[in-house]
């Protein structure tokens, strides 16, 4: 069976000017499923994000291949879709206009993407803001907004780049409760990088320890945990075991 | 940039001083005192010639508020004034206008570019230090006295502005945008209308408002020395005869056409940037 | 056999900005050079940059650029260290008294949009062609930047610093050397830059307008004369002038006031 997102001895430095190179990825492995919610966790700088950023196009790597469907990917594509940390909203766009802009670029036309950002702008619980700008958001709203808009384009996999790092505590926690029901209702592939352990325990079916920079795969653990999973699951043994399991199998990798 | 620093600390301390309870002539205090002196000065200004006996030298070079007035509704009244209005203003309008085609599109393809940026950096520099009046004469040889030396004149003195803060707008798109855009397939063009345009914007208008300045004062010096008519020629005829009143009228005039352009700017800006929280102060 | 290579990349890549620009300036000139040999442009219109070179050079060697220089030196200089002295004084007296802020606000802001330059012919007209007039056309132009600097600077100064030095036992003294002077100092400079723009504005229409000496004067007769090799000579001095005064002001800045870097 070939896999989603498949990631083979995958090596990138990056060369930024006025400095020395930066080893970000060496001999990075990774295999997706489909359907499947795999998260990354990892060091700062380990270069999980930059893998992101790699699957989605942005960059390419020096060596190694990185497959989506068995084929080479080139750049972006609307098979695949970002969340980004910063939200990456355009300030002078309205959420509306703000969901619609990945089915603009794709050329769909105007009366027919209303129709479509109006849909997920009720996905994602903004009905109401659809005229608000970004300013008038809270963080939480603006991540339903950046999670709206990569939902709208209706790619296979869904990239997410630290989606929660900026929030709130609990605000974090209410979004990741919403991020499993919207998952569920979209039936996506989730590829999703995060610093927090818990949370990518209580997202996800398998979560992968990298190691420090140049980054590749320490460990995967399979979450065997049973979905539709509630917010009190965090609290089990069950869950406490595999929480200590991997930061186990991080911690050495955190230099301070 | 010192200006809108300015009005904030204007804000701050007038904040202060209106401290409950204290009431009226504090919220009109700072325009009371602004209108005052403006008034005193043209009342002074106005009574000088009835309180002093002025030499008869002097007297060539002097002129008071209601002069000048008078001679402004009499140059209005006659229409003798829309003839050279109308030339300063098709040069000014011209080279503006040209200036922003230009400026605006090289400013962001400088902006966008680092090598071509490297590489016009020498003569931004070196042309935003010299006075641009300083190619007057070779563009009157050039051009002639015609309303073309008056364009390019203009064109020259608004360019940069225009293009500098176009260019420093660009430079300041955020990365993440960016990324977010060209991750959703934009190409270079998708890119600089989605993304770079918009972020510049604040910057562009910024831009705008000094090169209205700078257009101004490139009509009214090249009217001075190169040209056959328009309101700054009127203005030097009318020094060599002593009719200071028509001077000042057309300084008036100028500051007028300024001041309302720089406003229409300011209208402009602020459609613009409904979303925007606060307005940024370049 | 990485190290062997990265050194040469690093200075590449270290000074690229400046290479760049150096090749991108000779680049234009080789470029207005070789256009005469493809093009045969009217000399009385245009002059080539050897020819350019050779009129700077004669004109510096009989003396003639370094007097009209000199001549335009004295009013630039007193019509801008007086508008420094005047705008800094009513500056900072517009930032520390309210009210007289409040008073003459709107005043500058109009005198500052009228292009006081359209009073040239009047104030030629009224004190001459030399020193006095040219010296009064760049006080009134380059006034205002020093007036809204200074006043901003004032305006600035951090509240909070002011308390901290008197609680810790500063003397009024102490409050002028270690907090307002170095506060408001940098905007005054900033605002010198600006107006060293506006005087040189200043002395070129001064002198374009009826003189008969001056650097602008010779710009302007050298036009007149067809004389485009000595004329661009005098324009390239001009430029050269306005470009160490500004970036040298502009160096001054960040040598003096590090921590503004940035800004």
Redo the contacts between chains.
């Keep these: 069976m070939v896999a989603c997102i498949e990631g083979r001895n995958v090596s990138l430095t990056f060369r930024p ?2 400095r020395g190179p930066v080893r970000a990825l060496q001999g990075f492995d990774i295999d997706v499923q489909d359907g499947e919610f795999l998260s990354i966790v990892g060091p700062s700088g380990c270069g999980k994000s930059t893998f992101l ?1 790699v699957v ?3 960059i390419k790597a020096d060596s190694g291949d990185v497959l989506m469907r068995g084929k080479p990917i080139a ?4 098979d ?3 969340v ?1 940390q ?1 939200f ?1 909203l ?4 309205t959420v509306l206009n703000n969901i619609e ?2 089915l603009e ?2 050329g769909v036309p105007a009366g027919q993407r209303r129709d479509v950002s109006q849909r997920f702008v009720q996905m994602v619980g903004l009905s109401g803001f659809e005229g608000h ?3 008038e958001l809270s963080g939480g709203m603006k991540q339903r907004v950046g999670l709206a808009r990569a939902l709208a ?1 209706d790619p296979d996999v869904l990239l997410m780049d630290e989606p929660f790092a900026a929030l709130d505590a609990q605000t974090r926690d209410v979004m990741q409760v919403e991020l499993l029901r919207i998952w569920h209702e979209a039936k996506k592939t989730v590829l999703f990088v995060t610093h927090q352990i818990e949370e990518a325990i209580y997202l996800s079916d398998r979560v992968m320890v990298m190691t420090k920079r140049p980054g590749h795969a320490k460990k995967i653990f399979a979450i065997d945990l049973p979905r539709p999973r509630d917010y009190e699951m965090r609290v089990t043994p069950e869950f406490n075991e595999l929480k200590l399991q991997i930061w186990h199998a991080l911690k050495d990798e955190i230099t301070v | 940039m010192s200006e809108s620093r300015t009005i904030k600390a204007a804000l701050a301390s007038s904040d202060e001083l209106a401290a409950p309870g204290k009431s009226l002539w504090h919220r009109i205090e700072p325009a009371a005192l602004g209108i005052g002196s403006i008034v005193a000065l043209l009342v002074v200004w106005e009574l000088v010639p009835r309180l002093i006996t002025l030499s008869a030298g002097t007297k060539l070079f002097f002129t008071t508020p209601s002069q000048v007035a008078g001679t402004l509704w009499r140059l209005f009244a006659t229409g003798e004034i829309w003839t050279p209005l109308g030339v300063s203003a098709s040069g000014f309008g011209l080279g503006l206008l040209l200036s922003i085609v230009v400026g605006l599109p090289l400013g962001v393809l400088i902006g966008r570019s680092r090598t071509l940026n490297d590489m016009i950096d020498p003569f931004i520099t070196a042309f935003n230090a010299t006075p641009r009046l300083v190619f007057l004469p070779l563009v009157m040889l050039w051009l002639g006295l015609g309303l073309w030396s008056k364009v390019l004149i203009v064109f020259i003195g608004a360019l940069f502005p225009i293009l500098i803060n176009t260019y420093e707008g660009v430079r300041n798109a955020d990365k993440v945008l960016i990324n977010v855009v060209r991750s959703f397939g934009a190409k270079e063009w998708d890119i600089a209308r989605l993304v770079v345009v918009p972020n510049a914007m604040p910057y562009i208008i910024a831009g705008l408002r000094l090169a209205i300045g700078r257009a101004v004062l490139g009509v009214v010096v090249a009217e001075f020395f190169g040209s056959e008519s328009g309101l700054g020629v009127m203005m030097v005829q009318a020094a060599g005869r002593y009719q200071v009143d028509v001077v000042f009228s057309g300084l008036i005039i100028f500051a007028v056409l300024s001041l309302a352009l720089t406003a229409m700017v300011q209208i402009l800006e602020q459609r613009l940037s409904r979303w925007r929280p606060v307005h940024v102060s370049e | 056999m990485q190290n062997a290579g990265a050194p040469r990349e690093s200075f590449l890549e270290r000074h690229r900005k400046v290479l760049l620009g150096l090749l991108a300036v000779l680049l234009f000139f080789a470029a207005w050079q070789a256009a005469f040999l493809v093009v045969p442009f009217n000399p009385l219109f245009i002059s080539k940059p050897n020819l350019i070179a050779k009129a700077f050079v004669d004109l510096i060697a009989d003396g003639d650029m370094l007097r009209d220089l000199g001549v335009s030196a004295m009013p630039f200089l007193y019509g801008f260290v007086s508008a420094a002295v005047v705008g800094i004084v009513v500056g900072i007296v517009m930032g520390w008294r309210v009210r007289v802020g409040y008073a003459l606000d709107p005043l500058m802001t109009v005198f500052y949009a009228t292009p006081l330059v359209a009073l040239a012919p009047l104030v030629i007209v009224f004190f001459g062609v030399g020193v006095s007039g040219k010296a009064i056309i760049i006080f009134s132009l380059s006034v205002f930047p020093f007036i809204f600097n200074a006043q901003a600077g004032v305006r600035a100064v951090d509240r909070l610093l002011i308390n901290v030095v008197r609680s810790l036992g500063g003397s009024e003294w102490d409050l002028y050397v270690k907090v307002i002077v170095p506060g408001v100092l940098p905007y005054i400079v900033a605002g010198a830059r600006i107006a060293v723009g506006r005087a040189l504005i200043g002395i070129l229409v001064g002198e374009f307008f009826a003189a008969s000496e001056g650097i602008g004067y010779a710009i302007a007769r050298f036009g007149d004369l067809f004389a485009l090799d000595k004329m661009f000579a005098c324009i390239l001095a001009i430029m050269v002038i306005a470009i160490v005064l500004t970036e040298g002001i502009r160096w001054a800045e960040r040598a003096a006031f590090p921590w503004r870097v940035g800004r």
């Design positions: 000017p006025n950023n989605l196009g942005l750049g972006p594509g609307t695949r879709a970002m980004f910063e990456g355009l300030p002078w766009r802009l990945g670029l794709k700008y970004p300013h384009t």
